[in-house]
């Protein structure tokens, strides 16, 4: 094909190539961030320590930017970018008052999310088929084993394994499927458009990113932005005819029946605080 004033326009290869070249350095850049970020620790971390509590949040910025600067669409990024925020500032900032308070309960339970979410957002990322999420189990069941085996190390380093092997085993299983379900560059996703004939919507292949987000944040314990990412993704499955409709469903009810537990606890302790308080 000859552009305009006789250049020649570059063919698909050649965009492919470039498009991947661009992969590969948004890679080394956020997987820098992560490494970084993720595993720099920052003594006396609290609130009341201004030096600390600087570094420590600019750590999780880091940490934060270097899921949104992976390649993928623009909601598996976001989608990733979101879990890891929260993932990081809750091992940071709501396990170690919970540790103090109950050390054989709050380290594993926060430790087995926080690692599980952190494979999710791996996951969404990289769009890996909806098989490898049973993989989840594996840097959970780590941090439960890493806590009862004692010590810091053990309980930070144990479920750290057990991410790296679930995205591991997910690449492999991911390997093995259908060309068709298996798109993990941005130099892939730009290979499909969206298509409108004659004012006839074509359907846009694959599972739709944010059904199975909604999924996984309403699982791990985020029920309020799994309701969110579940109505998003039913208003875009409506228009892509993509697949992920029952995933949005099942993220929608895990999440409002998370929400709704949450208003129990919360006027369960209210109940009790205002019991002493009339003492």
Same mark, same amino acid.
């Given at each position: 094909?000859?552009?305009?004033?006789?250049?020649?326009?570059?063919?698909?290869?050649?965009?492919?190539?470039?498009?991947?070249? @661009?992969?590969?350095? $948004?890679?080394?850049?956020?997987?820098?961030?992560?490494?970084?970020?993720?595993?720099?620790?920052?003594?006396? !971390?609290?609130?009341?320590? /201004?030096?600390?509590?600087?570094?420590?949040?600019?750590?999780?910025?880091?940490? *934060?930017?270097?899921?949104?600067?992976?390649?993928?669409?623009?909601?598996? $990024?976001?989608?990733?970018?979101?879990?890891?925020?929260?993932?990081?500032?809750?091992?940071?900032?709501?396990?170690?008052?919970?540790?103090?308070?109950?050390?054989?309960?709050?380290? #594993?339970?926060?430790?087995?999310?926080?690692?599980?979410?952190?494979?999710?957002? !791996?996951?969404?990322?990289?769009?890996?088929?909806?098989?490898?999420?049973?993989?989840?189990?594996? =840097?959970?069941?780590?941090?439960?084993?890493?806590?009862?085996?004692?010590? @810091?190390?053990?309980?930070?380093?144990?479920?750290?394994?057990?991410?790296?092997?679930?995205? !591991?085993?997910?690449?492999?299983?991911?390997?093995?499927?259908? /060309?068709?379900?298996?798109? =993990?560059?941005?130099?892939?996703?730009?290979?499909? #458009?969206?298509?409108?004939?004659?004012?006839?919507?074509?359907?846009?292949?694959? *599972?739709?990113?944010?059904?199975?987000?909604?999924?996984?944040?309403?699982?791990?314990?985020?029920?309020?932005?799994?309701?969110?990412?579940?109505?998003?993704?039913? /208003?875009?499955?409506?228009?892509?005819?993509?697949?992920?409709? @029952?995933? /949005?469903?099942?993220?929608?009810?895990?999440?409002?029946?998370?929400?709704?537990?949450?208003?129990?606890?919360?006027? !369960?302790?209210?109940?009790?605080?205002?019991?002493?308080?009339? $003492?």
């Amino acid at each position: 094909m000859t552009a305009v004033g006789g250049s020649r326009a570059p063919s698909s290869d050649t965009r492919i190539r470039s498009a991947r070249s @661009e992969d590969f350095t $948004r890679y080394g850049f956020g997987l820098s961030l992560l490494m970084v970020c993720g595993l720099y620790k920052v003594d006396g !971390w609290t609130p009341a320590s /201004a030096t600390p509590m600087t570094v420590g949040v600019l750590m999780g910025l880091g940490f *934060t930017l270097g899921w949104a600067v992976l390649p993928g669409s623009l909601a598996r $990024r976001l989608s990733a970018a979101a879990i890891g925020f929260v993932g990081f500032f809750s091992y940071h900032w709501i396990l170690p008052p919970l540790a103090r308070l109950l050390p054989s309960v709050a380290v #594993p339970a926060v430790g087995a999310v926080v690692f599980a979410g952190l494979l999710a957002a !791996w996951l969404i990322v990289r769009n890996r088929p909806l098989l490898c999420y049973l993989l989840l189990v594996v =840097p959970a069941v780590a941090a439960v084993v890493g806590s009862s085996a004692g010590g @810091e190390l053990a309980g930070f380093y144990g479920p750290l394994v057990g991410l790296f092997a679930g995205a !591991w085993a997910a690449h492999f299983i991911a390997r093995s499927a259908p /060309a068709s379900r298996f798109r =993990p560059s941005s130099a892939q996703d730009q290979q499909v #458009p969206v298509v409108n004939h004659d004012g006839v919507d074509v359907p846009l292949p694959g *599972t739709n990113a944010f059904s199975i987000v909604s999924l996984v944040l309403s699982l791990v314990g985020l029920s309020a932005l799994g309701v969110v990412f579940g109505h998003i993704a039913l /208003a875009q499955v409506h228009r892509t005819k993509q697949g992920g409709r @029952e995933l /949005a469903i099942a993220g929608l009810i895990v999440g409002y029946v998370g929400l709704l537990s949450l208003l129990i606890v919360a006027a !369960w302790y209210l109940t009790i605080l205002a019991a002493f308080i009339s $003492r």
